[in-house]
């Protein structure tokens, strides 16, 4: 079984630069969420995706926008970045969206960006 | 505004006695709640979950309690290992789609 992998590992941007970073989901796992964590703080829920199509979003400005594939992998991208969004962002796949309870979030390492 | 809250920082247990991580939340409309515990350079890992329908669950040497009237929840490890240390995460599941987390507790079990 295939777990939830993310890349880049590591990224460096300027301010005002657009980032894309790509998920892969756990096997079988057809629902996406990303989450950022900055430092000292718990994950942040950004938004999440169901077959294809934004599912909730959390207190997050447009210039964070998603895709999920057919095959249920996914990308973040952010546009017009701010030093704020220096950051751990954490892929998580899930059974299905419906049963996040019972079916517990699988998170990947993480993508760590850092703006300057 | 916080919804859920992890006051303690941080928190150091010698190795084979009990360990024992708060929470406090505030919307009662929660069904959830979750445990994660997060490595260096790791993703946070699922450790156990309790409905807002029970008050206790256990899986090994982890116990999740849940006490609806104080909106509280905490999570034992008996015993304690130096393995455990590592950054625990409460969560609540709001609605279908999100999890909100705290701020997190850093264990540390000295050897």
């Known amino acids: 079984e295939t777990g939830v992998t993310q890349s880049p590992t590591h990224l460096i941007k300027t301010r005002g630069q657009q980032v894309t970073l790509r998920c892969s989901s756990q096997?079988?796992?057809?629902?996406v969420s990303w989450y950022q964590q900055a430092l000292g703080q718990g994950p942040q829920f950004i938004f999440q995706?169901?077959?294809?199509?934004?599912?909730g979003r959390g207190n997050f400005p447009p210039r964070f926008s998603g895709l999920q594939f057919p095959n249920y992998s996914s990308e973040l991208n952010v546009n017009a970045l701010e030093l704020d969004d220096s950051a751990l962002y954490l892929c998580?796949?899930?059974?299905?969206?419906?049963?996040?309870?019972?079916?517990?979030?699988?998170f990947g390492n993480g993508t760590r960006l850092t703006v300057t | 505004d916080q919804q859920v809250k992890q006051n303690s920082p941080s928190l150091s247990v010698q190795e084979g006695r009990i360990s024992i991580l708060n929470c406090d939340y505030t919307?009662?409309?929660?069904?959830?709640f979750l445990w994660y515990k997060k490595y260096p350079a790791e993703g946070p890992t699922f450790l156990i979950s309790?409905?807002?329908?029970?008050d206790k669950n256990e899986d090994g040497r982890f116990t999740v309690f849940l006490n609806k009237s104080a909106k509280h929840l905490s999570l034992h490890i008996v015993p304690s290992q130096p393995g455990d240390s590592a950054v625990y995460f409460c969560?609540?599941?709001?609605?279908?789609?999100?999890?909100?987390f705290g701020t997190g507790t850093r264990l540390k079990v000295l050897a």
């Open positions: 998580a796949s899930s059974l299905d969206r419906a049963t996040l309870g019972h079916s517990p979030l699988h």
């Open positions: 969560a609540a599941l709001s609605g279908t789609y999100k999890y909100i």
């Open positions: 096997s079988g796992h057809n629902t």
């Open positions: 995706y169901y077959r294809e199509e934004e599912n």
């Open positions: 919307n009662s409309m929660f069904d959830y």
């Open positions: 309790i409905s807002s329908i029970k």
